[in-house]
T-cell receptor, first 112, second 114 residues
Framework: GNSVTQMEGPVTLSEEAFLTINCTYT??????LFWYVQYPGEGLQLLLK?????DKGSNKGFEATYRKETTSFHLEKGSVQVSDSAVYFC???????????FGTGTSLTVIP | GAVVSQHPSWVICKSGTSVKIECRSL??????MFWYRQFPKQSLMLMAT?????????EQGVEKDKFLINHASLTLSTLTVTSAHPEDSSFYIC??????????FGPGTRLLVL
């Protein structure tokens, strides 16, 4: 079956620290992988995506590489800012069917 | 990028009344939209898949007679919570899927049933 396992939070970092949020998946076939960010009281915003192995998605300083050999899609940012404080969701879209599979979300707080 | 709107963003209603939430894809057509429910500090729970021109597909445990979904056009899906009760209070989020399988989410609707 399809599933996403995401690093548990909450994560608290100082400004300018390096961020890694781990995400691993199980899937039948070759899924597309996504990271979404949710700010308090808002819906989810697409942060980045990758549709095939070895693709790197990037946006706003965040990066994630689709690693088929380790079934991972870890989110990284070299220097976080206070404005990055939010909940981050890893998600998978299977090639067949409509459903998205979400991780449980990782809450990030960045302190000045 | 693709934009999805939801209306209203906030609604407070009395127990026993019905509430309609609209989800619109503003700059693309979506044959498939999704409705989610999110509890505080939790992930999204898929309630149903809304298909334009056909009946919605509900997830196990979701009452289709209570949560009515209509997807009458390629840019609009509606969720009606019928005879709402306090336990239906939640954050409801819709999404619309583009042709490259990406889901774009609305800003959410917070429902409070008194």
């Amino acid at each position: 079956g399809n599933s996403v396992t995401q690093m548990e939070g909450p994560v608290t970092l100082s400004e300018e620290a390096f961020l890694t949020i781990n995400c691993t998946y199980t899937a039948t076939g070759y899924p597309s992988l996504f990271w979404y960010v949710q700010y308090p009281g808002e819906g989810l915003q697409l942060l980045l995506k990758a549709t095939k192995a070895d693709d790197k998605g990037s946006n706003k300083g965040f990066e994630a590489t689709y690693r088929k050999e380790t079934t991972s899609f870890h989110l990284e940012k070299g220097s976080v800012q206070v404005s990055d404080s939010a909940v981050y969701f890893c998600a998978l879209s299977a090639r067949t069917g409509n459903q998205f599979y979400f991780g449980t979300g990782t809450s990030l707080t960045v302190i000045p | 990028g693709a934009v999805v709107s939801q209306h209203p963003s906030w609604v407070i209603c009395k127990s026993g009344t019905s509430v309609k939430i609209e989800c619109r894809s503003l700059d693309f057509q979506a044959t498939t939209m999704f409705w989610y429910r999110q509890f505080p500090k939790q992930s999204l729970m898929l309630m149903a898949t809304s298909n334009e021109g056909s009946k919605a597909t509900y997830e196990q445990g979701v009452e289709k007679d209570k949560f009515l979904i209509n997807h009458a056009s390629l840019t609009l899906s509606t969720l009606t919570v019928t005879s709402a009760h306090p336990e239906d209070s939640s954050f409801y989020i819709c999404s619309a899927r583009t042709s490259d399988e990406t889901q774009y989410f609305g800003p959410g609707t917070r429902l409070l049933v008194l």
